[in-house]
């Protein structure tokens, strides 16, 4: 998976950058920029992490996907920020400084430690995998899902075959395991016949209502959701006054 992570990230920042962003642009990124540490300064983690991905979108640049993965940090997304951390560390390669890039190292380590893992065993290959509604994969997967402690509802799609879908719960540091085979539509089983049922004498009868009784019976399983986490000290990165990198980019939290 996290070669998918990284192999995404090398496509989207080559596509991003073939088109050099205009100066409206790189300023509108600023200006969003500056509003995203605005909004990080008072506690709005969402508004922020909204803020920098828009930037991004304008005029790509590494500090900005290491902002948004503070925020998804401190949104306790940790596989959210583990995945921005790695694609930070992508793009950052060649141009960021040597101790930002093993910041960034060290915390997708710490960070590591406060996930769960979902390894899954599913046939046949090309199927769509989701995690909470969100497309992660295909089918088969080469390292196990990173999700957050926690109740995830796991769905597995693929066309001629019946929807797979499972609620797991991880603990940090656990790992789940899906073993199953898709079932294919066209080899549905099919169900046998109800047995006739005597009817009732007439002193007994019960009036139907609205032309009859449904029985409908649906079993669920509720599990608890215990969420670890807490506030994590944070290192939000400036825009600098000009484009050559200064030392005073990191604006260190409490």
Same mark, same amino acid.
């Given at each position: 998976?996290?070669?998918?992570?990284?192999?995404?990230?090398?496509?989207?920042?080559?596509?991003? &950058?073939?088109?050099?962003?205009?100066?409206?642009?790189?300023?509108?990124?600023? &200006?969003?920029?500056?509003?995203?540490?605005?909004?990080?300064?008072?506690?709005?983690?969402? #508004?922020?992490?909204?803020?920098? !991905?828009?930037?991004?979108?304008?005029?790509?640049?590494?500090?900005?996907?290491?902002?948004?993965?503070?925020?998804?940090? !401190?949104?306790? %997304?940790?596989?959210?920020?583990?995945?921005?951390? !790695?694609?930070?560390?992508?793009? /950052?390669?060649?141009?960021?400084?040597?101790?930002?890039?093993?910041?960034?190292?060290?915390?997708?380590?710490?960070?590591?430690?406060?996930?769960?893992?979902?390894?899954?065993?599913?046939?046949?290959?090309?199927?769509?995998?989701?995690?909470? =509604?969100?497309?992660?994969?295909?089918?088969?997967?080469?390292?196990?899902?990173?999700?957050?402690?926690?109740? *995830?509802?796991?769905?597995?799609?693929? %066309? /001629?075959?019946?929807?797979?879908?499972?609620?797991?719960?991880?603990?940090?540091?656990?790992?789940?395991?899906?073993?199953?085979?898709?079932?294919?539509?066209?080899?549905?089983?099919?169900?046998?016949?109800?047995?006739?049922?005597?009817?009732?004498?007439? %002193?007994?009868?019960?009036?139907?209502?609205? /032309? =009859?009784?449904?029985? !409908?019976?649906?079993?669920?399983?509720?599990?608890?959701?215990?969420?670890?986490?807490?506030?994590?000290?944070?290192?939000?990165?400036?825009?600098?006054? #000009?484009?050559?990198?200064?030392? %005073?980019?990191?604006? *260190?939290?409490?």
């Amino acid at each position: 998976m996290r070669g998918r992570i990284v192999a995404c990230a090398l496509l989207l920042h080559a596509a991003t &950058a073939a088109a050099e962003p205009t100066a409206a642009e790189r300023a509108e990124a600023r &200006a969003l920029f500056e509003q995203g540490v605005e909004s990080l300064r008072q506690g709005a983690f969402p #508004d922020a992490l909204g803020s920098f !991905e828009a930037s991004w979108r304008l005029n790509p640049r590494p500090l900005v996907l290491y902002n948004a993965a503070m925020c998804r940090q !401190e949104l306790f %997304d940790y596989p959210g920020a583990i995945a921005g951390f !790695e694609e930070y560390l992508v793009v /950052g390669a060649s141009d960021e400084p040597a101790e930002r890039l093993a910041d960034a190292r060290a915390r997708i380590a710490e960070l590591e430690q406060r996930v769960g893992r979902v390894a899954l065993a599913i046939e046949p290959a090309g199927a769509r995998v989701l995690v909470d =509604g969100r497309e992660l994969g295909t089918t088969p997967l080469t390292e196990p899902l990173r999700v957050g402690p926690g109740t *995830h509802v796991i769905e597995v799609r693929l %066309d /001629g075959f019946a929807e797979l879908r499972r609620e797991v719960t991880v603990a940090q540091g656990e790992r789940v395991e899906i073993v199953a085979a898709l079932t294919a539509t066209g080899s549905t089983e099919v169900e046998p016949p109800p047995l006739p049922v005597a009817p009732l004498p007439e %002193d007994q009868a019960v009036e139907e209502e609205d /032309g =009859g009784i449904a029985t !409908e019976w649906w079993f669920w399983t509720i599990l608890g959701v215990v969420v670890a986490g807490g506030a994590v000290t944070a290192g939000v990165l400036l825009w600098p006054s #000009d484009e050559a990198p200064a030392d %005073d980019w990191v604006l *260190h939290g409490p």
